[in-house]
């Protein structure tokens, strides 16, 4: 209890510090939410969310254990790059059955989930690997750690870090499902996530350049679809973000030989898409 009284304090300090810098300011986030929120706390979030996603939001999984199977396995090497970073964290995937939902997202705890719609969207193993990598950059980052704590204030992480409020982490999650805060990131996240993703992408054989090419076809047919701004609209993103993808690519010099459909176009057919 002391240590997190201190690390309280200490991250206040720095919070104040930093106000007028973001990287200081993305570092105390950082610190505020790995003292405060263990990955245990963590896991313990992302069940709830889970339980609030599936009584309130109505989701439901595909049963079909080739699709299934299909995403996690592409996840896998994702995720074996991402536990590098963050190795605290056990995955868990998640497939939800609506091809109109042209979407993912990420929760705390390492829970993600990938809409069917993303699935038919995708014209290359290297773009659902894309984006599945850029999520896992969302939870190594802490993103909704650090939302937690911009939303629901510092003292009452405290509380639910000292156990004196045993309701808080129910109260945390009804309200990151339903005011949307899992899904919506601030640009400085997401360009973070993209630099996990074009790295954890690479490292597991797949072309960085994916996500770059998902973002582009996004941008293009959204006129035409409009379930395809669900992931431009909680993801924003822009030519200088786009370029700011291909600057890590080529600075780290990212390369990933993996960049064909694979065995998508048969779990299409299976999801009942072209």
């Known amino acids: 209890m002391q240590r997190i009284l201190v690390a309280v304090l200490g991250v206040t300090l720095a919070l104040g510090l930093s106000t007028g810098c973001t990287k200081q300011r993305i570092s105390a986030e950082k610190a505020v939410a790995r003292t405060l929120i263990s990955d245990e706390q963590e896991e313990q979030l992302g069940k709830q969310v889970k339980a609030e996603l599936e009584t309130k939001e109505k989701i439901k999984y595909v049963q079909n254990a080739a699709v299934v199977d299909y995403v996690r396995g592409i996840s896998a090497s994702i995720l074996n790059q991402a536990s590098k970073d963050r190795p605290g964290v056990k995955w868990k995937i998640n497939v939800i059955d609506d091809p109109k939902m042209v979407n993912a997202f990420a929760t705390p705890g390492g829970y993600l989930y990938v809409y069917t719609g993303l699935i038919l969207a995708a014209d290359t193993e290297a773009e659902l690997a894309g984006v599945m990598a850029h999520e896992a950059g969302h939870v190594v980052g802490r993103h909704s750690a650090r939302a937690m704590v911009n939303q629901m204030g510092l003292q009452a992480i405290t509380q639910a870090a000292l156990g004196q409020n045993p309701g808080t982490v129910a109260q945390i999650a009804a309200s990151l499902v339903s005011g949307g805060t899992l899904l919506a990131h601030g640009r400085g996240e997401e360009i ?31 006129g035409d679809t409009p379930a395809l701004m669900k992931w431009l609209s909680t993801h924003p993103t822009n030519r200088d973000r786009i370029a700011n993808i291909q600057k890590i690519i080529s600075q780290k010099n990212l390369r990933g030989s993996n960049n064909g459909p694979g065995g998508l176009p048969a779990i299409k057919q299976a999801l009942g898409g072209k």
């Open 192 to 222: 973070e996530a993209d630099e996990y993703g074009a790295r954890y992408a690479s490292g597991a054989g797949y072309d960085p350049r994916g996500l770059i090419t998902f973002f582009e076809k996004l941008q293009k047919e959204q």
